[in-house]
């Protein structure tokens, strides 16, 4: 047999998430098996591990994976936190793991071990991606973000990726994370673009809960004609934002935005098996599942080192087109999507329409590790 | 010579005693008893959770002194190791210089925060650790180019305590009783023996006339200090031995885990993991820290293992498997909670001791 | 024992103890208490230190419960009824320990006591009388009131309204003597008033002037009970039941 | 006349704007068994409580031996030997009798931080402790569980820990209240020996007459927080302000009438 | 009858300071608002800062009320306030979601009305919960406060996990009733219309408070009842009734407390009442151990202070609720305003 853990978050805050994630992670093998679930003649086994989203936990449960299950790669963590203190049980261990879905830029950068696999994005291309979408002459950008280490970085990616096209932000504002009066942030922001012209936008990362879009909407920004941007989220996040048609930024999925075979299967089969679309993590657990049975299929043994040599500078097909994980950092490298929202009255949450697919060679990820 | 290891506090329960000794012996000879990777870290876990539970009880169950910050001084002697471990090179004196500075500080800090708070009153003290303890975390998160953030630190330990390094090639073969000999067992016993000498610690210090002293403070600290002892004075002592242990404790935590974060040794989930093993095992009996910390973690660990058994046993019920999936763990945790709360108010060891 | 019914009051009396045993933890306490309180009158129960005393008005209310036996208050059965309900069939309690709520203002105490609506001012003014210092600090946590003080708080919570019986366990302990009689007063105003009292007191000379049958407790049962006169009127016998040496005042 | 053990100058203390003890100057000597009485509310405990620390004076000062201790805590003037037991029983309620008194023998021998020895080696202090036990007639008790005694044997066990830590300045305010006229005797009998123990000095509350008329050397009187009498027993016994406020004038006879 | 003789304390003047010392707390309020006028210096922002701090001040009373009086009364230390808070969210906002018709139409009565509706389901079930609570979690752990710290955070466990068993572990977003988008402008001011709604319950709420502690014998019931259950029996009054009934009413207002929070959030989780309860503590602490005036207080201080310092430095706002706890409380160690002298 073929055995493969998935190491995740099942219970805790994000238990929506890694739902999201397991589902996708079985039916990408699924797909890739084409409904058999075996590779080169071999059963694919799945065993399930609960971090409880504790790093001392994925730690052990990782090298319980590894070490008693003997399995022959590992697939997760939902949280960077978490994900950092598994990296080094890949290497003692000589063997792989694909992260998905955490998102830190470490984890494929200074942390990074050439054990590591990363099927999903990381917060630069988040950034980068956004900023392209956003940048524009006689467009003006403030920031909002958490005031730690996540929110700090993923504005300097997308101030980066800004000064790459030659903008820079006109103010940058963190909040602490758990805030959930935004008036004094707002009133900071308004303060800073209100005298400004052109077309202002407020660019807003913001993880978990707080919501500061509906709040610093509440406060009726089109007073200064402040817009809002900011990247993609779950569907039941898109709920919340039907009164923000119009609003633009880059995103890693939705259903109706890529085009290509391995989305229309999952679209429909999502559909027939749990009657609702696939969502972000869907897509992402599905695409390391896919990768997980191409490697496998094209190194030919479950031997690690074959699989390295095989996955590096491998491109593979997912629903979000074709990926490819680049040699240096092992980092996979993918299209991103444009988009501008969009309200439906019968559609339960706001719809983010294609503006403009960003390939690969789009999108300059700088490579840190 | 048992009554002086265990300084004169036997179990005086027959199922405690047999309790404990059973517990002991599964800790002694875990690795040969229950090999695996996740079994032996469940032992290394159990037997330092058996520490700070017990130096938590010192000032809760003997000193009736809630802190909220114990976790706090469990990180510093956790982070001490990983930042020296880190700066100073992997090795064995960074392991101890970390661990005595990092239990030094936590005595401090213990001081600082007792001399300023305890003087006021008892309530007093439970609000200013919440306090210090948050802030602390925030710090911790926001110095993240020393402490890592959020992510935490990873660190390599001495090679003879990793998995790489084997041993007893000649006598043994490099295996005993079909169990190989590396560091990762030597680790363990290091983890062991250090909790086993703390522990004994803890016991002799609540056996002592000191230990007593508390114990009057916490039912009347008036009258305490009436008949001439100087409450701030022990409270303070008992609040700084309490977090130097709970710091040493952090140390071997860090060693076993080679990694340091905020979620690990710091975070409020675990403050209140500790109660809940002190209040399960029996507060002021420094026993129920080995209970309560036992049975907590291994329900942590095996609580989902169970359930997706009855889960599967339910099958086709209506509404059950959905109740006993794997997922729904915490559900059960709570339930557990409340009816050990219920049928051992005295927790486990007072229940075991026939009290109320 | 059974010379009870002729203690020159009138029908039946107003409670019955009959044959209680009561536990406390594993401890046999009261082992078959039998003890009459007459209509009207104020009935004495008297006993060395740790006899059982507080253990039987406790019993009564309703804070311990008697595994054995009956309680006739008034003709019912209140073994075994909520201590509210019990309250409120017409007992009034003064507990041993006081029973003060320390953080409640004496206003705020004597409000509570008066269950069935606002304080009757007349009977106020008469408790006033009797508990000077009462008024002074009418609006004073009662937790910083002196022990005499909270002693005096203690009895007229229990007197702010009328109740059949009284239930008063050492009432005059760490009162001053001016007081002690005042107190006495008041005490004798509500049995004129038809009340009945059954009271436990140390001071033998307040008993004396006040009791008018007595009972004498040892060892969880009542082993003499009769006129208070013919005991105050024998000090061997006092000698033999409770170990009186000291002449009484 | 020798220097005085105790003495307190012009102490005072304010509750909010009620003078609850109001200039009380007085000198206390050794050998020497002062009965303090007054009305319910007089001062007495308040009196008590600021000489051993547990309120803070307003004003005013308090001296042991020629030294003044007004700020010191608690515990210091404890040590220092000035000892108390308390009107409403104070103890600790879920440790048995026999550790009560351990620990005050404990703390009277200064071996309180002691952290490496365990206490059962201490034996000397148990047999100090189960020694007192045995004067107050508690020795059988020593076992059970403080909160489980009867309110007399609680009022017994008070006056244990006070002779536990022997102090210069023994304390009593009323320990016989509630105690049954078989057991008053035991404490009044130890209080007398205290007084015969010529370098202690008592202070005794008590609303009891016949105790002070057999006890007392001298009667201090104190009236809404002031110091109204001071003398002899039967002078001050016989005067208006004891008649009046304490006695209560025209009211000597009620108990007999009622 | 002869009187006892009389005796009448020594009063000396208590000084001013003394006298004022009760009313120090309220004046704090606009000592507050006014050290913010000129920490701010834009009175625009100013008056945007102060109005939405007033509101959201409301809104933790509102969460906090029901703890406060819990707490306070009863000695209880309930940490599982905070399912109250999510199911009573859950509870409302389910509703609200199934009567899109009135919350869509741009009514201010309309809208209201579905409020009133969602106010009143959340408040009936968490009333019954309490009352479920109170049976079976808190009753045996009366007077131990460790224990009730943790049966409460069981039930607390237990509550959220039944959140998502019911609803699911997502987060769910929606929108306010039409009539609460958006804000009223003055000049460069901005005051959310929600705001003002929740100004509107909490002033009620406040009031009605007051009005059954200060004017039915419940509140002395409870507090007498908690130093001395035995004694408040043997008045009279049947407090195990008492205390099952101010323990309901307490979860009832956290679950109205729940539906205006999660209305102000526009999404609700199983965590979301778990995660407001540090600030909820807080304010119930310099308050003042079961004081409501003083959680009224509190609560205001603490979404003023909030709102001034994260615009005036927002790196501090991380602390400012802390610093303000440690400040009140060497100030005055028992809250601002004490009403039970807890151990
Ligand atoms: N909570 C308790 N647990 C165990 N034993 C108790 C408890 N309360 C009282 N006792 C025991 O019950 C016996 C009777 O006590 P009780 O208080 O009724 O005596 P009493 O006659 O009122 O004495 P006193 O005059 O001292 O008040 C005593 O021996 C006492 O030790
Ligand atoms: N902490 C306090 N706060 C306010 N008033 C107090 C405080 N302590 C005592 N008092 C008041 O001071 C006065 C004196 O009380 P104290 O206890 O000294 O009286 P006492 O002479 O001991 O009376 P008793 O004989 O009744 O015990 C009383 O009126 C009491 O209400
Ligand atoms: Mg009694
Ligand atoms: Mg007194």
New binding site residues.
Partial sequence: DIKIAHVYGKTGPFEAYAKQSHDGLMLGLEYATGGTMEVNGEKIVVIEKDTQLKPENGKALLEEAYGDDEVDLAIGPVSSGVALAMLPVAEEYEKLLIVEPAVADSITGSNWNRYIFRTSRNSSQDAVASAIALAGDNVHIATLAQDYAFGRDGIAAFREALAAQGHEIVHEEFAPTDTTDFTAAGERIFNAMKDLEGEKKLFIIWAGGGNPWAKINAMDPSRFGIEFAGVGNILAALKGFKDFAGMEGGTYYYYELPDNPVNDWLVKTHFERFDSPPDFFTAGGMAAGIAAVEAIKKAGSTDTEALITAMEGMEWETPKGTMQFRAEDHQALQPMYHFKLRVEDDVEWAIPELVRELSIDDLPIPVRN | MIRTLLSGDLPRSRVLALLLAVILICLAFAPFLFPGVRTVDTAARICIFIVLVASYDLLLGYGGIVSFAHTMFFGMGAYGVALTSTHMGRGFDALAIGSITGAALAAVLALLIGLFSLRVRAIFFAMITLAVASAVAVLVSQLSGLTGGEDGLTFKIPRELGPAFKFGKETFDGALFGVKLNGKLLTYYLIFGGSALLFLALLRVVNSPFGRVLQAIRENDFRAEAIGYKVVYYRVTATCLSAAIAALSGSLYAIWLRYVGPDTTLSMTIMIDILLMVVIGGMGTIYGAVIGATLFVLAQNYLQNLMSVLSGMTEGWPLLPELLSPDRWLLWLGVLFILSVYFFPSGVVGRLRGQR | MSDLAQTGTTGDPILRIEGIYTN??Q?H??QGVDLHVPRGGVTMLL????????????SVIGHWRAHRGRILFDGDDITRIPTANIARAGLGFVP?DMGIFADLTVEENMVLAAVSGPIDPARLDWIFQAFPPLKTFWTSEAGNLSGGQKQMLSIARAMIEERKLYLI??PTKGLAPAIISTMARALKDLKDQGASILM?E?NFAVAKALGDTANV?DD?RVIWSGEMAELAGDPTLQERLMGLSMEAK | MTAPLLTTDDLTVRFGGHVAVDAVTCAFHAGELTAIVGPNGAGKTTYFNLISGQIPASAGRVTLNGQDISTASVSTRTKAGIGRAFQMTNLFPDLTVLENVRLVVQAKAGRGFNLWSMVTGHADLIDQAEDILARVRLLE?RN??V?????????KLEVALLIALDPLIYMFDEPTA???VD?APVVLDLIADLKAQSDRTVLLVEHKMDVIRTLADRIIVLHNGALAADGAPAEVMASDIVQEAYMGRGLEGVLDHV | MSTAPEHSPTMARSSVTDRLAPYAPLMLVPVLAIAGLIAVQNPASWLTLTVSGLAMGMMIFLMASGLTLVFGLMDVINFGHGAFVSVGAFIGISVLLTLGHLTNAPSLGLNLLAILAAVLAAMAATAVMGWAFERVIVKPVYGNHLSQILVTMGGLIIAEQLIIVLWGPEEIYFTRPEALKGALTFGDAAIEKYRLVTVGVGLAVFAAMRFVLRRTKIGLIVRAGVQNGEMVAALGYRLRLVFIGVFIAGSALAGLGGVMWGLYQEVITAHMGNQAMILIFIVVIIGGLGSVEGCFIGALLVGLLQNYIAFVEPKLALVSNIALMVAILMWRPMGMIPVVKAK
């Fill in positions: 406390i933890a401890y306490i009261l006993g060395r230190n740790g006899v059982g005393k507080t253990t039987t008005l406790r041993e366990d050492e436990v140390q407790m969880g | 008790e059970q569980i909160s489980e005694l009867s309110h007399g044997n609680q009022r509630g105690m049954s057991e």
